[in-house]
């Protein structure tokens, strides 16, 4: 079956601009995180959703940064008034639920703000 | 803070060498320790993964060493190939709460012919 897609792929953006980048998970996994990467960096956690709910948003950095899942499998990702420091590679990643620790990851939305 | 620390940053291993890349974490809660490999471009994908009630897991090439006391894993890739060439992360996690991965900062492998 499709594994995690998310689109764009790549996204150029001007400072101040808002962004949305899409994350298509795994059919039939019901958790979903968001990761961030920054060159040379580890994933770092964003945000994760148990079905249609943010179950834990601690790694959201800022307000300017919100997720939305709203019928438990798409998810979008929000980036108001981006900032150059907004730039990174943004990871999706699905498991399935009850009890699986294997996360799945989608190639990224590259993500340049100028 | 870092609760997962990594090295080397980076590594060269001779082609049908081993390779060893080492991690350390600070949390005791942490009880799934899994290891991705990513290629450019490329979202991480699981390699391998342990958990603390053993000490090794083997899976073909690879295997994760876990030293519990210690805080400490490595991954062993035995008879490094070029294809191997890719960059390394570990991870940790606790199970059953929200099982959100906390990474290493990556290991960029090179196996020369």
């Known amino acids: 079956g499709a594994g995690v897609s998310q689109t764009p792929s790549n996204k150029v953006t001007e400072k101040g601009k808002y962004v949305e980048l899409r994350c298509d998970p795994i059919?039939?996994?019901?958790?979903l995180y968001w990761y961030r990467q920054s060159l040379g960096q580890g994933p770092e956690f964003l945000i994760y959703?148990?079905?249609?709910?943010?179950?834990?948003d601690s790694g959201l950095p800022n307000d300017r940064f919100f997720a939305v899942r709203p019928e438990g499998s798409v998810s979008t990702l929000k980036i108001q008034r981006t900032e150059r420091g907004d730039s990174a590679v943004y990871l999706c990643?699905?498991?399935?639920?009850?009890?699986?620790?294997?996360?799945?990851f989608g190639p990224g939305t590259r993500l340049t703000v100028l | 803070q870092q609760q997962v620390k990594q090295s080397p940053q980076s590594l060269i291993v001779q082609k049908g060498g081993i390779s060893i890349i080492n991690c350390a974490y600070e949390?005791?809660?942490?009880?799934?320790f899994p290891w991705y490999q990513q290629f450019p471009g490329k979202g991480p994908a699981l390699l391998i993964a342990?958990?603390?009630?053993?000490s090794e897991k083997k899976e073909g090439r690879f295997t994760i060493s876990f030293n519990k006391s210690a805080k400490q894993f490595s991954l062993h890739i035995m008879d490094s190939q070029p294809g191997d060439s890719a960059t390394y992360f570990c991870?940790?996690?606790?199970?059953?709460?929200?099982?959100?991965?906390?990474f290493g900062t990556g290991t960029r492998l090179t196996i020369i012919p």
């Open positions: 949390n005791t809660a942490f009880d799934y």
């Open positions: 059919s039939g996994h019901t958790a």
């Open positions: 959703f148990q079905g249609t709910g943010a179950a834990d």
């Open positions: 991870a940790a996690s606790i199970s059953f709460g929200n099982e959100k991965l906390t």
């Open positions: 342990i958990r603390p009630d053993v």
């Open positions: 990643a699905s498991s399935l639920i009850p009890a699986s620790d294997t996360q799945y």
